[in-house]
């Protein structure tokens, strides 16, 4: 079994910064793929970026590009998003999640990550 916990979600005003992290326990390999997804209230859960089995990024909504980035320590077995320049749009709570299947490109699909995390809330506002 694998087990997601993110944490460093919180209020930040817009154009500030937020670090959220994804540590990972259990059963994991190194290779998992990591991908973290938001949902805002009222809206599907979308994906936002992840990192593959051979550390291929992908961002998985335009709107965050040259913004968010995201990072993996493998030795903490952590993977972090880093956010940057928040908008109120970006207000959701996010979710980690894993992909057992190696893969050299990850999935922007919920459906294909089989473990997460229970979310963490951020929240962008003056």
Known sequence: QVQLV?????????????????????????????????????????????????????????????????SRDHAKKTVNLQMTRLKPEDAAVYYCAAD??????CSGLSVDYEYWGQGTQVTVSS
């Open 6 to 70: 993110e944490s460093g979600g919180g209020l930040v005003q817009p154009e500030g910064s937020l670090r959220l992290s994804c540590q990972l326990s259990g059963n994991t390999d190194d290779y998992y793929t990591i991908g973290w997804f938001r949902q805002a209230p009222g809206k599907e859960r979308e994906g936002v970026l992840c990192i593959s089995s051979i550390e291929e990024i992908t961002y998985l909504v335009d709107s965050v590009k040259g913004r968010f980035s995201i």
């Open 100 to 105: 057992k299947d190696y893969r050299s490109y």
